[in-house]
């Protein structure tokens, strides 16, 4: 196997940035949902709720090495907004259950996304360590860290994987007698590696992986929400993947697709590195 494709997402929930190589930290790939837009509670508020933010696309010198300042926004009825890493007092993020921090942006930044986004409760907050967050114990070791992902450093996803998926779908829509729906895009599920390989839905029982030089630990599969059932072109939302999913990949009452990872070694990453599988569960699960 090799990775056939890498994404970052400066903003958590704005629209996917692919980049040729990024530098892999215990934290996750450097800049991935590094910033998050919060309400005036402090809740982040994600495409969940807010489709729009899909139309944001964000950019560090990671995702355009020719930026010059930290983050750049763009949004088709504004001007662009260069930002640097904000100073200052802490924050309050919740996120979920969380409760995490962050400095936020300042006045400019917030009214950008105000304007973007048609809500005027919005600000933006950058995680200036990510050390602070700690991951899940059930599923990670003392010291797992990330930034402002939903729950894991890294999520990898298999074109096996979706290539099945759409074949279901495909099969299911034929079953009810409707037009089989155009195949799904990988950002539906807004994966940080995609790699190639024959075998449906092998990267669930990995537990170790090499990617180049890197070494990943699996944490858990990745359950799905309603955020893969949004087109991020038009914004509209149907009923696809989740429908066929629940069908065919439910266990525990929730609906999964892809696989958390949590480095265990840094280094850089590349689009065509291979990716070898170290260990995996045997036939028990174990």
């Known amino acids: ?44 508020v994600t495409a969940r709720e807010l489709h729009a933010l899909l139309g944001v696309v964000a ?21 662009d907004l260069h ?21 936020a942006a300042g006045p400019e930044a917030h009214a ?28 990670s070791e003392p010291g797992d860290h990330t930034a402002y992902a939903d729950g894991y450093p890294l999520t990898v996803a298999s074109e096996a994987s979706l290539a099945r998926l759409d074949r279901w779908v495909r099969e299911e829509a034929r ?22 390989g024959d075998e449906p839905f092998t990267e669930d029982h990995w537990l170790r992986v090499r990617v180049g030089d890197v070494v990943l630990r699996r944490a858990k599969p990745t359950d799905r929400c309603v955020i893969t059932t949004i087109d991020p072109a038009t914004l509209r ?21 892809a696989v958390h990872l949590i480095p265990e070694t840094t280094g850089t ?3 065509g590195d291979g990716v070898e599988v170290i260990a995996r569960q045997d036939a028990s699960g174990r």
């Open 1 to 44: 196997m090799r990775i056939t494709s890498l994404r970052v997402h400066p903003v958590k929930s704005t629209a996917v940035r692919p980049v040729a190589s990024a530098q892999l930290r215990l934290r996750g790939l450097a800049g991935d949902r590094d910033w998050v837009v919060v309400d005036a509670d402090g809740t982040v």
């Open 237 to 257: 939302t149907g009923k696809e993947p989740l429908r066929t999913l629940a069908r065919h990949r439910r266990h525990e009452g929730k609906t999964l697709f």
């Open 112 to 139: 950008w996304l105000r304007a973007a986004l048609g809500r005027d409760d919005l600000r933006l907050v950058w995680c200036d360590d990510p050390t602070r967050r700690r991951l899940n114990p059930l599923h």
């Open 175 to 196: 079953a009810r007698g409707e037009e089989p729906p155009a195949p799904l895009p990988m950002d539906r599920f807004r994966p940080n590696l995609v790699v190639d």
């Open 269 to 271: 990453v590349s689009v």
């Open 59 to 79: 950019d560090t010198s990671g995702t355009d090495p020719e930026l010059a300042s930290d983050l750049r926004l763009r949004h088709p009825a504004l001007p």
């Open 83 to 103: 930002l640097a890493h904000p100073t200052g007092p802490r924050v309050r993020v919740g996120l979920f259950a969380h409760e995490l921090a962050g400095v």
